[in-house]
């Protein structure tokens, strides 16, 4: 199952050390909403999470996650193609180190 952990570990790698602000020029604080550099990059991670793994219920794919950005932590959700459609979430965190992220459970 080490497929599975590789995302995670991309994560941990694109996270360690990523700083918003150098993209800007302006210093973030963590009370502020996310940006569009950091909201493109959960984006950008949990749609290809999401296309590596299976409802933990039932088997089937997960379909293409949305976010509510507008506030930290940032809510990942996305539902399986079965018609079952079991709902998953995380939850991404701004911590002094980068981005938290959680994995995508099964709500
Ligand atoms: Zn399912």
Known sequence: ?????????????????FDPTGWHGTEQHWYEPPGPAEKWLIETVYETVAAETRCTRCGAPLERPRLRADAWPVRVATRCRSTARHR?????????????????TRA
């Open 88 to 104: 998953h979430r995380a939850d991404v965190f701004r911590t002094p180190d980068g981005l938290h992220t959680d994995p995508l």
């Open 1 to 17: 199952m080490e497929w599975f952990f590789l995302p995670w570990s991309l994560m941990a790698y694109l996270t360690v050390g």
